[in-house]
């Protein structure tokens, strides 16, 4: 394999092709690991996971095990590495759980919810005892971590920007997202899917965003004849997308807008047919919107049908079937996947629990459209392991579509390649440490 030249970038991230190396080579993810996950701003968890204090989830930013706690006293979120400050084993081994202290199960040193040492056994053993204020003894909290509108991110770098400055316009969808209750709140309580592929973490990211490959990817259940599963209750059968006016469903999905941006996020526009809803539940759940925000705002909050929106580098959220998805890379060739559902406060339990199995059928791992994907994306990793073509293209739409820059979308058609140009855009702005444009 030849070795990445990091003083020129411009040999392996070129316009609209990038070197197949860099979705193969373990040198390449170890420093994505440090200036990609340790350097920007990763989402860890949301605030309905934690509502009380001494609440936690353990999770990882990039592939560093983390504790996202709330706090017993001050209700602060905190996130702490997931490392014993004796000898370092993890200390918090459970998913979820609400602790009034954390203890290590190798010596039994007791941490508090912020990460301060407050016990150690047999203390006078040491020969000057221990100074339990001293914080090298605790769990090292994250420099930085925010929250927007119960979505938390942390980031292990000082000097980045703040959350929403980073976030820009991707703020709207997780707006969009937490309107849709009547009452203004969301949770991610619903349960959760969690599953392995042997892939690099990126094509997940790619994937996300990729208009062009549904129709093929896809096809027993978008097909007309592939009608694998029907949609929610009240929603009609048929195809999920493909006949916007339209037998070809690669027309369709051009009639899809796409937005880009500099820093790696991407928004992909609604998806054609999707079938009126109707049904005792959802009219219920259309009065409880029109008596929350009125009969103009109700309709302009659920004309709002974003298909996904994906939050460089590791979240994406998805309107359709209504999820978070937290994308966690383990290796250079294998990523893990988190998927749980969003449910919506103050609506006919129904809806939720619709969400629920919908989730089920789409995006589980024994489900018919995630499971697409997810053999694509060993395939792609089996076939850039061997020998061929040295560069992997992002062409469609390459000159025609406009460059994203920070704040102002770059537009372009559903099947276009620019939402993974920006993201290789800032993946170099931060691999190199380059300002971004
Ligand atoms: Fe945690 Fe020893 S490693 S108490
Ligand atoms: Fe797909």
Redesign the pocket.
């Known amino acids: 394999m030849r070795p990445i030249d990091f003083e020129n970038l411009d040999s392996v991230v070129q316009a609209g092709r990038v070197h197949a190396n860099l979705y193969r080579d373990p040198d390449i993810f170890e420093l994505e690991m440090e200036r990609i996950f340790g350097g920007t701003w990763v989402y860890v968890a949301h605030e309905s996971q934690i509502p009380d204090g001494g609440d936690f989830i353990t999770t990882h930013v990039g592939r560093k095990p983390v504790i996202v706690v709330r706090d017993q006293d001050s209700a602060e979120v905190h996130v702490l590495y997931n490392r014993?400050g004796?000898?370092?084993?993890v200390?918090c081994n459970l998913p979820s759980g609400n602790a009034r202290r954390f203890r290590?199960g190798?010596?039994?040193?007791v941490f508090d919810s912020a990460g301060r040492l407050v016990s150690v056994p047999l203390k006078e053993g040491y020969y000057d005892g221990v100074d339990l204020g001293d914080p090298r003894y605790g769990l090292v909290n994250l420099p930085r971590v925010a929250s927007y509108r119960g979505f938390i991110f942390a980031c292990a770098r000082q000097d980045v920007e703040d959350l929403e400055t980073h976030l820009g316009p991707v703020k709207n969808s997780i707006d969009d997202l937490v309107a849709r209750s009547p009452v203004g709140s969301i949770r991610v309580t619903g349960g959760v899917h969690k599953y392995l592929f042997k892939g690099n973490w990126k094509l997940q990211i790619e994937n996300v965003i990729d208009g062009y490959h549904p129709s093929f990817s896809h096809v027993s259940t978008l097909d007309e004849r592939g009608r694998q599963f029907r949609r929610r209750g009240e929603e009609k059968e048929g195809p999920a997308i493909g006949r916007a006016g339209s037998d070809d469903p690669n027309e369709a999905i051009a009639q899809m807008d796409v937005s880009s941006y500099a820093q790696g996020h991407s928004i992909s526009g609604a998806l054609p047919e999707r079938g009126d809803k109707s049904g005792p539940a959802y009219q219920e759940y259309l009065n409880l919107m029109r008596q929350a925000y009125g009969q103009e705002r109700a309709e302009e909050i659920l004309g709002k049908d974003w298909h996904n929106t994906l939050v460089y580098p590791n979240l994406c959220l998805q309107m359709l079937a209504q999820h978070v998805r937290v994308i966690k890379p383990v290796a250079v060739d294998r990523t893990e996947v988190w998927v749980y559902p969003i449910t919506l406060d103050g609506v006919p339990e129904q809806l939720n629990h619709d969400v629920i199995k919908y989730l089920n059928i789409t995006h589980s791992a024994a489900s018919l459209i995630q499971t697409d994907d997810l053999e694509q994306f060993k395939r792609i990793q089996v076939g850039l392991g061997g020998d061929g073509a040295e560069w992997v293209s992002f062409e469609r739409g390459l000159f025609r579509d406009p460059v994203p820059s920070e704040d102002q979308a770059a537009h372009a058609i559903g099947s276009s390649e620019l939402p993974m140009r920006a993201q290789w855009q800032a993946w170099r702005t931060l691999m190199t440490g380059e300002q971004r444009a």
């Open positions: 014993c004796h000898r370092g084993a200390v290590c190798y010596h039994g040193w």
